[in-house]
């Protein structure tokens, strides 16, 4: 993506002139996410916020128009893009970050996975069996990160599907939730389905409830917290935030299940991130792809240390 700059803009800062054209974030947000990661140029000068543009100045912001733009051209508001952990002939590993949807939804036409997928790799739109969701075999929810795939091919998308359905997928999180835990190591086990008040909500015993599973080992204590390795052995929708939310043992920064009695910390991400994920890949060859938490996980976990 160039911009070019004309007369009528000269003189103003860079930063305003990006969020004129990214009206749906912030310039706090157009900050941290362009020129502190040294995205925004013009030639081989790197621009800070404070610049000033003149008549003529072509702003080279390729590398963010990603995080900008849809595969169809159409602005969506900006998202960190995922980053590529791995890359195969049949299928790509991504960590994704926390506040990405990894596919368009009927509520939200936002930035998503699929289009970072769609950008980076345009021939993944024919792979899979619906085309809003092109590649994409395995979800994470819009606030957790971390580690995902996605088929680059149809047999790829066949193989990883099932083993998906099959359970076959070995999945690991790093969860951090309210409370000390009360034992080292246990099992949460209790049949979820969708809420009678919410379509969009799983809930414990409501209507179509199926079996769910999910197994926890303590990693670290800290003053009213607990940081748990997290290993689910079904994968129904919100599975992990609500059987530790049912034990009273909710996700930090959950937006969903967290109680209003519980004092909460502020401006905190959901404190849930996949760590690691291992699928056999289509010749049979078991794979394995770790991912540790990004800088915004870690800064809480340090924080907590620094006050238990």
């Given at each position: 993506m160039k911009i070019t700059i004309g007369p009528d803009q000269a003189g103003k800062r860079v930063d305003r002139i990006l969020q004129e054209i990214c009206s749906d974030i912030s310039r706090s947000q157009i900050q941290k996410q362009f020129f502190d990661m040294g995205l925004v140029r013009i030639g081989d000068k790197t621009l800070t916020k404070h610049y000033r543009v003149k008549s003529g100045d072509v702003i080279d912001a390729q590398e963010i128009a990603s995080r900008v733009l849809a595969h169809d051209g159409s602005a969506r508001g900006v998202e960190v893009a995922p980053a590529i952990l791995f890359e195969h002939d049949a299928y790509i590993v991504l960590n994704k970050p926390s506040g990405l949807l990894v596919h368009p939804t009927a509520q939200s036409q936002e930035y998503t996975v699929v289009d970072f997928l769609l950008s980076y790799y345009p021939p993944i739109k024919k792979v899979g069996d619906d085309p809003?969701?092109?590649?994409?075999?395995?979800r994470l929810d819009k606030d957790a990160s971390g580690v995902m795939v996605a088929a680059k091919t149809q047999e790829a998308f066949d193989v990883l599907?099932?083993?998906f359905k099959l359970r076959q997928v070995k999945k690991?999180?790093?969860?951090l939730v309210y409370g000390e835990m009360p034992r080292s190591e246990g099992d949460i086990t209790f049949?979820?389905?969708?809420s009678r008040h919410s379509p969009r909500?799983?809930?414990k015993s409501s209507v179509g409830s199926r079996h769910a599973e999910t197994h926890y080992v303590l990693e670290e204590h800290f003053s009213r917290y607990s940081l748990v390795r997290v290993t689910p052995r079904t994968g129904r929708t919100h599975q992990i935030r609500v059987h530790f939310f049912a034990y009273d043992h909710p996700v930090v920064g959950d937006p969903i299940y967290v109680p209003k009695k519980i004092k909460t910390l502020t401006n905190t991400r959901l404190m849930l991130h996949a760590t690691r994920l291992g699928f056999y890949d289509e010749k049979n060859q078991w794979q394995e792809y770790v991912c540790p938490p990004g800088k915004d996980f870690e800064a809480v976990l340090e924080l907590l240390r620094t006050v238990r």
């Open positions: 809003l969701r092109p590649g994409i075999v395995h599907k099932k083993q690991e999180y790093l969860v049949s979820l389905g969708r909500i799983a809930a």
